[in-house]
């Protein structure tokens, strides 16, 4: 018995891979190690991850039906899809990238799961607070309307859901999607908005803060991702069922208040650019996430300040190398 973990290589894929293997699963790691980002980033995280004898790397594109198709003979009996052309504001310039990974992939990623039939006890997949949109509601829940994305990635991510609801209703796939809101800490992205702030203030650079600073996120340190994630991936629910969660820190905070706190965190003063909204972005995000502890019982633990220290003691050491 093994879990299939996609995008095994990226920041929240690696993260949860280490903890299913801590925890005596074995792992079968799939990820095509794209330059969206440093390769180099995601190899040192699969280097930490092949330390372990219970893990075993598959280098393929989820769009490629055959190699998804073929990961079904592994047998998982759990598939955790991580994987996927991740940011807003790429998805502006590269939209193609986010139809072949997000729409094509998820896809294959149906499939496989169907192929499996009963042997499959549970499929979680990654959706986004991008869903949202520039909602006038806060804090988002999963009941309120959101079809007006505001960039293609929020797109794929919901149709991402849309898809997963028809394959449980006609395959009886269990499936699960979780809504993560601005997920952060060690071996991050480097198009995140805090390792960017982080990186040019250690280099003496300007930071680029967009709407002149008036935004708020409900950061979430990945801690408080991956442990629920886990309690989601052990259950096993009815076949056919296809439930929606948001996963998020539950306390949205100014994008201000973040820099001064990275600032604090990093000892150094941070020369801002001040800047007009980007195409794409949104103003606010905020989970509401009653349904997720009413289920499993989530309560986000980390605050914005001890997660910013434990990533700037990280990346000091990352940047040091």
């Given at each position: 018995m093994s879990v299939?973990?996609?995008?095994?290589?990226?920041?929240?894929g690696f993260h949860a891979s280490q903890a299913l293997l801590e925890a005596g699963e074995d792992v079968i790691g799939l990820d095509n190690l794209n330059d969206y980002y440093d390769p180099a980033l995601k190899h040192a995280r699969l280097d930490c991850l092949r330390a372990s004898s219970g893990f075993r790397f598959v280098e393929a594109d989820l769009a490629d039906h055959a190699a998804i198709e073929?990961?079904?003979?592994?047998?998982?009996?759990?598939?955790?899809?991580?994987?996927?052309?991740a940011g807003v504001r790429y998805s502006i310039e590269n939209p193609h990238a986010y139809a072949q990974s997000n729409l094509v992939g998820?896809?294959?990623?149906?499939?496989?799961?169907?192929?499996?039939?009963?042997g499959l006890d549970h499929l979680v997949y990654a959706s986004s607070s991008s869903v949202y949109g520039e909602a006038a509601k806060v804090p988002f829940s999963e009941v309120d309307a959101n079809d007006t994305p505001e960039s293609l990635y929020a797109a794929t991510k919901r149709s991402n859901e849309f898809m997963s609801a028809s394959y449980a209703r006609l395959y009886g796939i269990p499936a699960t999607g979780l809504r993560f809101f601005t997920v952060y800490g060690p071996w991050g992205r480097p198009d995140m908005a805090y390792w960017l702030f982080a990186d040019a203030m250690l280099e003496g650079r300007?930071?680029?803060?967009?709407?002149?600073g008036d935004m708020e996120r409900d950061f979430t340190y990945i801690s408080d991702i991956v442990e629920p994630m886990g309690r989601v991936l052990a259950d096993n629910?009815?076949?056919?069922?296809?439930?929606?969660?948001?996963?998020?820190?539950?306390?949205?905070?100014?994008?201000?208040?973040?820099?001064?706190?990275?600032?604090?965190?990093?000892?150094?003063?941070?020369?801002?650019?001040m800047l007009p909204m980007q195409a794409g972005d949104v103003t606010r995000t905020y989970a509401d996430v009653?349904?997720?502890q009413a289920a499993y019982g989530y309560q986000p633990s980390v605050q914005l300040d001890e997660g910013l220290n434990a990533f700037a003691e990280w990346f000091r050491g990352w940047r040091a190398r």
């Open positions: 299939l973990v996609t995008g095994a290589a990226g920041f929240i073929a990961l079904a003979a592994d047998r998982p009996s759990r598939i955790l899809h991580l994987g996927a052309q998820h896809l294959n990623i149906l499939e496989l799961a169907r192929s499996l039939g009963d300007p930071i680029k803060v967009f709407n002149n629910p009815q076949r056919g069922r296809h439930e929606v969660y948001n996963i998020g820190g539950a306390s949205p905070v100014r994008l201000m208040d973040m820099i001064a706190q990275l600032e604090e965190a990093l000892g150094v003063t941070a020369e801002k650019q009653r349904k997720l």
